[in-house]
């Protein structure tokens, strides 16, 4: 299986959770192994919600940083299905 | 050549949106000098919270609907026909089975659907409350049989209508069966793709410990890929499965036909609209209300009743051509019932997330009084009250630069 993947931006930026969680909810449910999703949130809350879905789901969060106004969160989607 | 105001979608917001409408522009609409007309599916208005009661408190389904007709003001004209095109370039609304009817100004009403269609077993495998007080009911017919087992309810997508409801259906099943006084062989979780009991987290704090004391579970962090109805097993995109005896789905939900098959919604048929004065992005002589948007509030009839009110003083302030519109400050006001006739609000605005607070039986009293004049706050009459409970939900702002045409 290719593990190499396009990348997509999801602007979550001025909602409150579970805005940003909702939103990378439906960028996971459209995307495939290999694929890479950045986050961008104004919630602190988003950094520790997408850290804890990560981890029981197999997924991996590569950057989660201060970026200008936001939080830029990249997840890199390693695992989808059974 | 009269001011002609068109509003599509026959539920709160549209019902409300025309009578505002319809009340301010009287004198005008007698004189010939405007028209509101309201475009909705059918006579049948639902009164959609009562779904809850109906599935879970055996209430009938035929008692919470009244004809649309006896709903709205003298000065709107009803068509009880669907839309079937939006043509915003040219501005023209065409029904299913009518003709075409041209606007100055429109409103976009349209809901959200739910469909349980769109995950591989949801629809046969599941039972909700979510696609009216029929299939409601059937859900009470099967928690009047059950006797022992494991009841699932699915948070089946994101976004959904009024986002307390699998909380709510949780505690009502709770004490439904400690009444039976059979608890002890149902086992009662809420199955949710977040990562608690409840999306925000402040109003997780006061779900949790009720969850606990109560002895229902949570499985977090399941986002629905399909259901297997044969083997009763749902699986997530995370790879977890979940196996029930009764699944009680809150199905994924999309916007309405009309706006997807037009395509200027996004990939689920929401339709992009500006948070604050309601307009359709890209057009200043549409607005688009309620849970028909993409705006990232809850979708329920509060938030549908508010917006409607900016959206209706904003068309009046365009047609008189006022340098100033309302901005809408996304006030939530949701109701969760939680058992032993208590309840919260989840109340937030965009600047301000929910806070936590204590159940009380007050606000109990209050989630059933707001559903007791839903009816006649559907007039208009009711909206001193509105603003004496919540404030402003909307300030008046300037309006910028080529977003009037009069």
Known sequence: MSTAGSRKVVDSRGSFCPG???????????SNVGDEIELWATDPAARADVQAWADKSGNQVMEAAQDGDHLKIVVRIAKKGR | MPQRLVVV??????????????AKLRDRVRSGDAEVTLIGDGFRHSFQPANLDIAFKGSR???????????????????????????LANRVVTTTSGGPHEYDYLVIATGAEAAPETIPGLKEGSLNFHTG?????????????FKKGRIGVLVGGVPHKCPPSPDEALFMLDEYFRRRGIRGDVELSLVTPYPRPYPAAKIADVVEPLFQEKGIKTVPFFNLESVDPGAKKAFSLEGDEFGYDLLIAVPPHRGAKVIRDLGFGDEEGWIPTDRGNMRVK?????YAIGDATDIPVSKSGVVAHLESKVAALNVLADIDGSATENE???????????GSRRAIFVSATYKDPPSDQAPSMVKYAMKRGFGMIYWSALSGSWEWMMDAYFGPTSEPSTKAAGQSKA
Not at chain 1, 20 to 30: C, E
Request: hydrophobic share 35%; charged share 25%; net charge negative.
């Open chain 2, 133 to 145: 007080p029929q299939n409601a009911a059937r859900i009470w017919e099967a928690v009047r049989d």
């Open chain 2, 282 to 286: 890209g057009f200043d002589d549409a």
């Open chain 1, 20 to 30: 940003p969680i909702t939103d990378l909810f439906k960028a996971y449910r459209a």
């Open chain 2, 61 to 87: 389904p035929d008692s919470h609907d009244r004809d649309e007709t006896s709903l709205l003001r003298k000065e709107v004209s009803f068509i009880p026909d669907p839309a079937a095109k939006i043509d």
């Open chain 2, 328 to 338: 809408y400050n996304g006030r939530i006001n949701c109701p969760m019932e939680v």
């Open chain 2, 9 to 22: 979608g026959g539920g709160t917001g549209g019902t409300l949106t025309a009578n505002i409408l319809g």
